[in-house]
């Protein structure tokens, strides 16, 4: 059974670079079939797709964010990585990644718990 | 704001029925994108409660019922126990913005 943990810096100063890496088990990144998500989720506020990268390294990002994110993978980690330039205090949220079928505008399943990222000074 | 709009919360007796709406329009829901609903206890991963409008994950008790009429879709929750008081949570994709789209949220009080 697929797993997902996310890991990462919890607390991220204003105008820098986030950085959170969801590592994989039980399965293997480059079995293909999925793609790999970041969704976020800031306090008291709905769930946001940020964007998702398949193994290959191919990637699709949420325009509303497109050009301050790079989601990236390590297929000799089983790992996929987040990167959010520029931050602001609206980014703070909790982060998710989960996996989605590639092959169709799917669901989410499974997700990882949750890592909160705060944005401050 | 949510694309998908339900409302903030619903509750119920053990034992009732409560169905959740998530609404939409043409660019999504009513695109005959599918749509999918989540359950999420705060602090824990959100999981998987029906997908492709109504087929249940391996484990999901049968009493987690899904439908799709135009532009909205509904959760329904068939003789509620105190375990499901959770946030419930639609998902579809957008044609127009391009991106997945998630619902406002309901929370369900038992």
């Known amino acids: 059974q697929v797993q997902l943990q996310e890991s990462g810096s919890g607390l991220v100063k204003p105008s820098q670079t986030l950085f959170l890496t969801c590592a994989v088990s039980?399965?293997?990144?480059?079995?293909?079939?999925?793609?790999w998500n970041w969704i976020r989720q800031p306090p008291g506020k709905g769930l946001e797709w940020i964007g998702y990268?398949?193994?290959?390294?191919?990637?699709y990002y949420n325009p509303s964010l497109q050009s301050r994110v790079i989601i990236s993978v390590d297929r000799s980690k089983n790992q996929f990585s987040l990167n959010l330039t520029s931050v602001t205090a609206a980014d703070t949220a909790v982060y998710y990644c989960a996996r989605a079928p590639a092959l169709a505008k799917g669901w989410f399943d499974p997700w990882g718990q949750g890592t909160l990222v705060n944005v401050s000074s | 704001q949510s694309v998908l709009t339900q409302p903030p919360s619903v509750s119920g007796a053990p034992g009732q029925r409560v169905t959740i709406s998530c609404s939409g329009t043409s660019s999504n829901i009513g695109a005959t994108y599918d749509v999918h609903w989540y359950q999420h206890l705060p602090g824990t991963a959100p999981q998987l409660l029906i997908y492709a409008f109504n087929n249940r994950p391996s484990g999901v008790p049968d009493r987690f019922s899904g439908s799709k009429s135009g532009t909205s879709a509904s959760l329904t929750i068939t003789g509620l126990q105190a375990e499901d008081e959770a946030d419930y949570y639609c998902q579809s994709y957008d044609r127009s913005l391009n991106c997945f789209v998630f619902g406002s949220g309901t929370k369900v009080t038992v």
């Open positions: 990268v398949y193994h290959t390294g191919s990637t």
């Open positions: 039980g399965g293997s990144i480059t079995s293909g079939g999925h793609t």
